[in-house]
């Protein structure tokens, strides 16, 4: 058996295309190895690995932080899906998940922790009292922040009261798309 019957593709690489006068040596070297090397914008690989690495800071404010901490458990399973390392500190951390009602004692804490947190950084808003004040909003409450996206601008919003681990699962995958897609706030 010869060696051209036993691997065409090899053939098929090898016909090398003529040039132009327009045509360059890096024209050439990329039409030679197409069939063996992809090329991309870097900035769409390094999205893809900032998607799939999400570090999320380990922040609860109410009852939506259990939920959330059940995603990250055994049954749901958050390492799957590349977002599994909560992180302690925010200096460490690229995501921040609003999980539960936000007072406005924790307001600046909020902010600060938001500063601290490296580019490019994200945040995802997980529940009703989260989005918009929840059961707390009435007129003239004075205790409350109605919505995360007053103190930080938020990438995911994820209804429910509580919302369920699947649906975080869910936010942090349409978070990933974002991501991949190059569309984040510039902090």
């Not at 003239?140 to 990438?155: S, T």
């Not at 649906?167 to 190059?182: E, H, P, R, V």
Request: aromatic share 8%; hydrophobic share 40%.
């Amino acid at each position: 058996m010869s060696d051209s019957s036993r691997r065409p593709e090899l053939e098929t690489a090898s016909v090398k295309p003529k040039l132009t006068k327009a045509g360059s040596q890096e024209d050439m070297l990329a039409v030679e190895a197409s069939p063996y090397v992809k090329f991309a914008v870097l900035e769409d690989l390094l999205n893809a690995a900032r998607a799939n690495s999400l570090w999320p800071l380990t922040f609860g404010l109410a009852c939506c932080a259990i939920e959330m901490m059940a995603a990250g458990a055994s049954k749901f399973d958050l390492d799957r899906f590349g977002a599994g390392v909560f992180r302690p500190s925010a200096r460490q951390a690229d995501v921040m998940i609003f999980a539960g009602t936000i007072s406005k004692k924790m307001e600046p804490v909020i902010k600060q922790l938001w500063d601290q947190m490296p580019s490019p950084k994200w945040s995802i808003a997980m529940g009703g009292c989260t989005i918009d004040g929840g059961p707390f909003k009435y007129p003239n409450q004075y205790a409350i922040v109605e919505g995360a996206d007053l103190i930080v601008p938020v990438d995911v919003y994820i209804p429910g009261c509580p919302p369920r681990p699947e649906a975080l699962i869910n936010g942090i995958l349409k978070l990933q798309d974002k991501i991949k897609a190059g569309r984040r706030h510039k902090a």
